[in-house]
């Protein structure tokens, strides 16, 4: 069997398969600016089945001959057949569609085309006529202004020949050229001649736009209706604006009278810079400086000038000015005055005075039925308290009470300023005390009412009259002495007197007729501060008008806050406090000082701003330096004053003050105390540091230190002291800083003698034989050798002889021979001072 061809049978029928209905084929297209696009084309034709067993009655392709042999060997019948059509090929009809195709679509191309440039023909053919119109116009215009002139300079000429014949005929006339009587001939005349047009400069002509500008040809706009060239770019209204305002000024010339001069309010702080103030008054700087530099300042634009030399330019440029300060930023914090009908009667604020020990506090737990005394350190007051006590008849009391040492004067006179009514307690048996005379005065400078209370008149040793005499020696006159100062006596041990004593307090509050305005902003002094472990900075405020609420922001000193929490004397929370109220305000950020103002603002921005301003003034306050004079420097480098470092921490801001205030007065000229760092609260690491720099005592008044701060003071070995009264702190403290100094030397001048002659006392001393003139001389006593009253030498007696017998001592009127030691210039005649030297330890 073989592979070949030939091998293979021969059968005349195709292969079976699907005849294709879709002939697909390519047709590009051409598109303006050179674009081509190739488009995939399909033909589909209609497919027909007959039935079976039909002859087709319209083949597809035609009938394939049959072989010459077969047809030789039987030869076929003659039949008729209709004649058809030549059937087309398949190839030939599939490429007639593509050719009709693309016939199509390059006739409606060229359609397109046409109808394109007979549009930019006809835009052409406007524009070109448009624009011959223009010309004609403009021609015609021309030549009317052209004709109109000529009119009028011919009937210029004609009325000039007809004045110069009249001329002529009048008898004796004289022409112009002195000839009189002759024949003028007429004046010659010209015809116009257009002047010639100057060539234009040749333009270079824009490229035509063809075929690729097709798109933009059908847009017709104003400019290149009415322009001559497409190129032309018309003017703007802008430019024509500023060509017009040029030519204006150009035209007026000098004329234009000068602008009026705008007068401006112009504000000027404590310092601004030179360029500040000319952008302010809208001026030139260098006008400024040149006006400064008239008055001698010699400065830049950039250097800041004060007020006053600001004013002096502001006032010569013509200009208004507006001073503002710094402190301006405080402006309005405490409020208008309230209006007549908006005040209401408030509870009147009493302060107790009066001297320590005599029974203030004892007087003020009668009132209050309470026992406040047994907590006190030492049975006296350290600090201000503030209470209110309701009366019988359901009145509201506030009572203040200030200590009574004499280390308080700060506090005492801060109760006299808040208060209205001053109540001076005088014990009966004790009298008028240095602290009872100093609260005297502190009320007389308030201008404040005062009620004397003698109190302990339970004792038999009570004297209230000789109390009512002795006051009469400071200009205080009770009732009873026919002045008006009301007195009461009173037991705050036997609980005595007090009914009287709230009634006279009432009275007095009448007469005063106590009103504050409750709905309005709060406002309030700083009783006490103190700084708690738990609760942080706490304040003891006393409102003084308005109500302060819970959530309000206030600014107080140096700090501002917001009241977290407000509790009042029995320890109970409330939400609001109204005018005479003492109460505990939560929410400082800091511990203000005693006897600051207490503000509310609107919002927590205004009082953090004005707290900084504060802070800036009082460091600015702190760290600025006295001026410093010759006389101060050269007596600072010669003073041998020594210094008594120390730290202080405290309970309350009071207490503090007030010791800070004891320990500088304790200071002399040979020895000062300088407070490292005073503060509130608990003694913390950062005290035990500082305290231990500058080998420091660190004094604690009713505070103690951490666990941390007590480690590092036994690392460092710093020396922590606790006091709880105020003159142990004081007594200790001035026994310390007199231990610095060294003990005081005080001479006794003992006797006097006189040198008679002078011996030689072996190979290098020598002896002098002496006259006790006064006192007594003694062995190994101090002397001075004077002579002529100016001091030799300072010596020692080493050795006294009396007729060649060793003494202990000679008296007056005797003679004695005594060698000095360490000195040998003895001469007769000189004098010799005899002293003991005694060492005393200093106290301040």
């Not at 006590?389 to 308080?408: N, S």
């Not at 006897?595 to 609107?602: A, I, M, R, Y």
């Not at 020895?671 to 720099?693: C, N, W, Y």
Request: aromatic share 2%; proline share 5%; hydrophobic share 35%.
């Amino acid at each position: 069997m073989s592979d070949s061809k030939e091998d293979k049978p021969v059968s005349g029928r195709k292969p079976l398969g699907i005849k294709r209905t879709v002939e697909s084929g390519q047709v590009q297209q051409s598109f303006s600016h050179g674009r081509k696009n190739t488009v995939v084309v399909e033909v589909k034709r209609r497919r027909i089945i007959g039935k079976p067993g039909e002859t087709p009655a319209a083949p597809a392709e035609a009938a394939t001959p049959a072989p010459a042999k077969e047809a030789k060997a039987v030869p076929p019948k003659p039949v008729e057949e209709p004649k058809r059509a030549p059937a087309k090929k398949k190839g030939d009809d599939l490429l007639s569609r593509q050719e009709m195709q693309a016939k199509l679509l390059r006739e409606a191309e060229e359609a397109r085309m046409a109808a394109l440039e007979d549009a930019r023909r006809r835009e052409e053919a406007e524009r070109q006529a448009l624009s011959d119109e223009e010309k004609r116009r403009a021609e015609e215009n021309r030549k009317a202004e052209a004709e109109a002139e000529e009119a009028a300079r011919r009937a210029a000429e004609e009325k000039k020949a007809a004045q110069a014949e009249s001329t002529a005929t009048e008898p004796g006339a004289v022409d112009e050229n002195g000839a009189g009587g002759r024949d003028v001939p007429p004046p010659r005349r010209f015809t116009p001649v257009a002047a010639p047009k100057r060539p234009e400069p040749a333009k270079p002509e824009r490229a035509k736009r063809g075929d690729h500008d097709r798109r933009q040809s059908g847009k017709l706009t104003v400019n290149r209706a009415l322009s001559d060239d497409d190129s032309a770019r018309a003017r703007s209204l802008a430019a024509l604006k500023r060509a017009r305002e040029k030519e204006h000024r150009r035209t007026m010339g000098g004329s234009q009278q000068p602008r009026e001069k705008q007068v401006r309010d112009v504000i000027v702080p404590e310092a601004i810079t030179v360029q500040e103030l000319a952008n302010r008054m809208a001026e030139k700087g260098a006008d400024l400086v040149k006006s400064l530099f008239k008055m001698g300042m010699m400065v830049t634009v950039n250097q800041t000038i004060d007020q006053d030399t600001a004013e002096l330019l502001v006032e010569e440029f013509g200009h208004r000015i507006q001073r503002v300060s710094e402190a301006d930023i405080e402006l309005g914090l405490e409020g208008e005055p309230d209006a007549e009908e908006t005040l209401q009667p408030r509870a009147p604020v009493v302060t107790i005075m009066g001297h320590v020990d005599h029974g203030k506090t004892s007087l003020l737990d009668a009132l209050r039925g309470t026992d406040i005394v047994a907590g006190e350190a030492g049975g006296i007051t350290q600090h201000i308290g503030a209470y209110q006590v309701k009366t019988k008849g359901g009145d509201m009391i506030t009572f203040l009470d200030t200590p009574g040492h004499e280390a308080f004067t700060e506090m005492r006179a801060r109760g006299a300023n808040v208060t209205d009514i001053v109540v001076l307690v005088v014990a009966a048996d004790d009298g008028l005390m240095p602290q009872t005379i100093e609260a005297i005065n502190h009320t007389k400078a308030a201008g404040v009412p005062m009620i004397v209370a003698i109190n302990k008149c339970d004792k038999d040793t009570a004297n209230p009259q000789r109390i009512r005499e002795r006051l009469l020696e400071h200009e205080v006159i009770v009732e009873q002495m026919g002045g008006e100062v009301q007195d009461v006596e009173v037991s705050a041990l036997k609980k005595q007197g007090l009914d009287d004593l709230i009634e006279k307090i009432q009275l007095q509050a009448e007469l005063l007729e106590l009103k504050a305005n409750p709905d309005r902003t709060a406002e309030g002094r700083v009783i006490e501060a103190q700084l708690d472990k738990g609760r942080g900075a706490v304040a003891t405020i006393l409102v003084g008008r308005g109500t302060l609420h819970v959530g309000d922001v206030f600014v107080v000193g140096e700090f501002a806050g917001k009241v977290r929490a407000m509790v009042n004397d029995k320890g109970k929370n409330i939400k609001e406090a109204g005018p005479s109220t003492p109460v505990e305000v939560l929410g400082l950020s800091g511990v203000p000082s005693a006897g600051d103002q207490l503000s509310v603002v609107e919002n927590e921005a205004r009082a953090r701003e004005v707290a900084t301003y504060r802070q800036e003034q009082a460091t600015k306050l702190r760290t600025t330096a006295a001026p410093q004079t010759f006389e101060h420097m050269f007596s600072a480098l010669n003073t041998t004053q020594v210094e008594y470092p120390i730290v202080i921490k405290g309970d309350v801001q009071g207490s503090v003050e007030a010791i800070v205030g004891s320990l500088n007065r304790v200071s002399t000229d040979e020895i000062k105390v300088r407070v490292l760092h005073s503060g509130v609260g608990a003694i913390t690491e950062s005290d035990v540091t500082l305290a231990a720099a500058s080998n420091a005592p660190l004094i604690g008044f009713n505070v103690r230190p951490n666990a941390k701060a007590r480690t590092q003071a036994e690392k460092d070995k710093v020396s922590l002291r606790y006091y709880d009264v105020i003159y142990d702190l004081l007594e200790e403290v001035k026994g310390e800083m007199a231990g610095q100094l060294a003990p005081e030397r005080i001479e006794t001048v003992v006797g006097r003698a006189e040198v008679k002659e002078v011996f030689p006392a072996g190979k290098k001393d020598k002896a002098a034989g002496l006259l006790v003139v006064d006192g007594v001389i003694r062995k190994g006593i101090n002397a001075r050798l004077t002579r002529e009253d100016v001091i030799v030498s300072k010596t020692i007696i080493a050795s006294l002889r009396r007729f060649k017998d060793d003494v202990a001592e000679v008296r007056a009127g005797l003679e004695c021979g005594a060698v000095l030691e360490d000195t040998n210039d003895i001469k007769p005649g000189d004098m010799l001072e005899l002293f003991e030297v005694e060492e005393r330890a200093r106290t301040l």
